[in-house]
T-cell receptor
Framework: GAVVSQHPSWVICKSGTSVKIECRSLDFQATTMFWYRQFPKQSLMLMATSNEGSKATYEQGVEKDKFLINHASLTLSTLTVTSAHPEDSSFYIC????????????FGEGSRLTVL | SQKIEQNSEALNIQEGKTATLTCNYTNYSPAYLQWYRQDPGRGPVFLLLIRENEKEKRKERLKVTFDTTLKQSLFHITASQPADSATYLCALGGTGGFKTIFGAGTRLFVKA
């Protein structure tokens, strides 16, 4: 199956700094990628849809200036958490649709962000 | 609003038994329903997809049923093994740009 790689798998940063998380489709091109946030024992919360070559579409309640998304190529989308605060600490996961849109989603390994 | 309900309580079963997980949904008519496995600290992994016009689907030891009248899906793991211990997520999807929405998942523990 298609492989999606996410990096870093975990990161610790100081409050006020920015953190970038990368999501790569390794063996296929992904015109659309999705970014989620997940709290313990809760479902995946869709934050935004990342579209190659255009602006991301953010879900209601997600601050676009806080969570910057860039999808500059068909294999890479990045999520930057700007001016991070402890409440931004969470598990962030990206996904991409299968090359032939069967509905199946391929997920990255996730990135655990801890803001001190 | 759309809602997906999965049993929040963990399911504990003995190795070799069949595990059955339930997914109920409201205010949605999905074109398909999916099940994913998620291990602690990892991203979900796709297991099975069943379409609205399908009643049942199987893959090795996995079986999924989909009842669009009851708005319910059942996910079965036969001859369960300790390695099957994980959280299983139910997800609903649609065509025409509909987003995939996820349930909170049910934690399964298979004891040896």
């Amino acid at each position: 199956g298609a492989v999606v790689s996410q990096h870093p798998s975990w990161v610790i940063c100081k409050s006020g700094t920015s953190v970038k998380i990368e999501c790569r489709s390794l063996d296929f091109q992904a015109t659309t990628m999705f970014w989620y946030r997940q709290f313990p024992k809760q479902s995946l919360m869709l934050m935004a849809t990342s579209n190659e070559g255009s602006k991301a579409t953010y879900e209601q309640g997600v601050e676009k200036d806080k969570f910057l998304i860039n999808h500059a190529s068909l294999t890479l989308s990045t999520l930057t958490v700007t001016s991070a605060h402890p409440e931004d600490s969470s598990f962030y996961i990206c996904s991409a649709r299968a090359p032939v849109d069967t509905g199946e989603l391929f997920f990255g390994e996730g990135s655990r962000l801890t803001v001190l | 609003s759309q809602k997906i309900e999965q049993n929040s309580e963990a399911l504990n079963i003995q190795e070799g038994k069949t595990a059955t997980l339930t997914c109920n949904y409201t205010n949605y008519s999905p074109a398909y329903l999916q099940w994913y496995r998620q291990d602690p600290g990892r991203g979900p992994v796709f297991l099975l997809l069943i379409r609205e016009n399908e009643k049942e689907k199987r893959k090795e030891r996995l079986k999924v049923t989909f009842d669009t009248t009851l708005k319910q899906s059942l996910f079965h793991i036969t001859a369960s093994q300790p390695a099957d211990s994980a959280t299983y997520l139910c997800a609903l999807g649609g065509t025409g740009g509909f987003k995939t929405i996820f349930g909170a998942g049910t934690r399964l523990f298979v004891k040896a």
